[in-house]
């Protein structure tokens, strides 16, 4: 029988692998009807960020119980991402693309926020570690990945300003 653990990190892990797919879909696509890329100078230290993360619940997470409280948290976090993809469809990408003339998205859950796929992210790098029992291992990566967020809502922020006018 397969381990509620080795369970939850594939799915996570196919997850990721299956969003990068689309996202690369979609940016080629948006590239192609003429959208551009911003800002991408720290986007290799947040795919870093992100991989160590994953990798390092493999290494250390493996065989630990997995909390039902903090689990349900994380799936509801997943509805959330499926709602933000749901919602920018063939704009979702993991890169600042920004095609001109394209209006911002304000319906679904950017009703709501202006960055909704963040805050799930921001989540989702605290509550998978602490289903695991994993409270500095959450707390160290949410310290980076808020570093590397604040960089880049601020560059993704200037994009869209700049592209409104």
Same mark, same amino acid.
């Given at each position: 029988m397969?381990?509620?653990?080795i369970?939850?990190?594939? %799915? ?17 696509? =948006? ?29 250390? *997470? ?6 039902? *409280?903090?689990?349900?948290? %994380?799936?509801v =976090? ?7 993809? *749901? ?15 394209? +209006? ?8 709501? =926020? ?23 291992? +959450? *707390? ?14 601020? +560059?993704?922020?200037a994009?869209?300003?700049q592209?409104?006018?």
């Amino acid at each position: 029988m397969l381990r509620p653990s080795i369970a939850l990190l594939t %799915f996570v892990t196919l997850q990721r692998l299956a969003e990068l797919i689309y996202a690369r879909h979609n940016t080629a696509a =948006l590239l192609a009807r003429g959208a551009g890329e911003h800002a991408p100078e720290h986007y290799p230290f947040m795919v870093a960020l992100h991989a160590a993360w994953l990798i390092g619940l493999w290494l250390f *997470a493996i065989g630990r119980p997995v909390d039902p *409280a903090w689990f349900l948290l %994380f799936m509801v =976090l997943q509805g959330l991402r499926l709602w933000v993809l *749901a919602t920018l469809k063939d704009r979702w990408t993991t890169r600042i693309i920004v095609l001109p003339g394209a +209006a911002l998205v304000t319906k679904g859950p950017y009703r709501l =926020l202006n960055h909704p796929n963040y805050a799930v992210v921001i989540g989702e790098i605290a509550v998978l570690p602490l289903a695991f029992g994993m409270p500095i291992y +959450a *707390a160290v990566f949410s310290v980076l990945n808020g570093i590397i967020l604040a960089i880049r809502i601020r +560059a993704e922020n200037a994009c869209l300003r700049q592209a409104a006018n």
